[in-house]
């Protein structure tokens, strides 16, 4: 192959970014063709990185495992998806170790795993069910018609999340408000700055006095380990709480639309992991950039290049789940990637199942009558945010 020859090969295989856009159908309709090209297609991102798109769930999973891909954003070429900011680094935010590798990465999840198991979920199952109670009780009492994701499917993991880091109710909208600077793509980066100093202030006077006052909540357990400092404590709390409330409120939104329309599949069994997969809203967040050279797909990805293994894209891939844009709760269990892959696959896997199954049996036990307040064509998703999600979801009863 000739060197104009490889240019135009190169040419012909840059796709647009697939950023989800107003109107259209989610996953994005490009996924399905990106699949169908022999080798992979690349785009450029925001932050002006040139970023290899995996859309074959194969090509994910092995993306997820690999050695020469590297979550740390410090590295020169790490894909931002962003007009402005991105993931943070260790020197911006010490402690956010979602962008650590092994080994620093495992020191993280070693102090909290046991905090997160199925086991420990199981045992604080009567705890987060009495705050969706108490989220359902306050919902009926606001009366209908209401916004079920401001009114019940955000305070549900939040409260959930502050309860388990020992963050007080009453500073739930403090957060509320700052996380979801964090989590729009469209935010500038002085209003980033400004939410990160906030949440970050506030974490560094709970983990003051948590040193004084133990209790039996995260933060006191971060301080207990003796291996992490204080600074690392507030990074790694900082990520708990994004990830802790974006990612169950917006699963337990769209899961809700879902149900209202389908309530022969309350209670049933294959739900939630049906759920996870089919909507699939964090598609966006496990980019890499490639520290070595290294294949995937047949494509030789050279250090330095950017990778965006598309989680939406894996699990709407048909070689690996039949008939995948069909909603099915009966379909075998497990192999979706809705949590990741690998060494980073999501810590608090088990915590979200939990909030929404009995986020899903309070709701339709308490209100068996509760309907969309609006067309289904009508509903503002989050188009601008780093996850899939819905904006509102006006309902009545």
Known sequence: ????????????????????RPGESFPPPGYAEYRKREGLVWSMMPGGQRVWLLTRYEDVRAALTHPHLSSDSRHDGFPTPGRTGGAPSQTQIPGWFATLDPPEHDRYRKVLLHDFTA????????????????????LIAKGSPADLVADFAVPVPSLVICE??????????????????????SATDDQRDRA???LLRYLSRMITIKQRRPGDDLISVMIGSGALTPMEIGGAALLLL????????????LGAV???????????????????????????VPLRVAVADLEIGGQLIRAGEGVAPLVAAANYDDTRF??????????????????????????????????????????????????????????P?????????LAALPVRW
């Open 1 to 20: 192959m000739t060197a104009a020859q490889r240019q135009d090969d190169a040419a012909a295989r840059r796709v647009d970014f697939p950023f989800r």
């Open 242 to 253: 994004i990830a802790g409330q974006e990612t169950t409120a917006n699963n337990i939104a």
């Open 322 to 379: 039949a008939c995948p844009h069909a909603f099915d709760p009966h379909r075998p269990a497990g192999g979706h990637m809705a949590f990741g892959h690998g060494r980073h696959k999501c810590l608090g896997q088990h915590l979200v199942r939990v909030e929404m199954e009995l986020a899903y049996r309070v709701l339709f036990d308490r209100l068996p009558t509760l309907e969309l307040a609006c067309p289904a064509e009508e509903l």
């Open 196 to 198: 990160t100093t906030e």
């Open 258 to 284: 879902t149900l209202m329309s389908h309530r022969e599949w309350l209670g049933d069994d294959g739900i939630v992991e049906e759920l996870l997969r089919f909507y699939s809203v964090a598609d966006l």
């Open 381 to 389: 998703y989050k188009d601008d945010g780093v996850l899939y999600g």
């Open 119 to 138: 086991r420990r979920m199981k045992e604080l199952r009567p705890r987060i069910r009495q705050v969706v109670e108490d989220c359902v009780e306050s």
């Open 164 to 185: 388990l880091l020992g963050v007080p109710r009453a500073d739930r909208g403090f957060f509320e408000s700052r996380i979801s600077v964090l989590v729009t793509l």
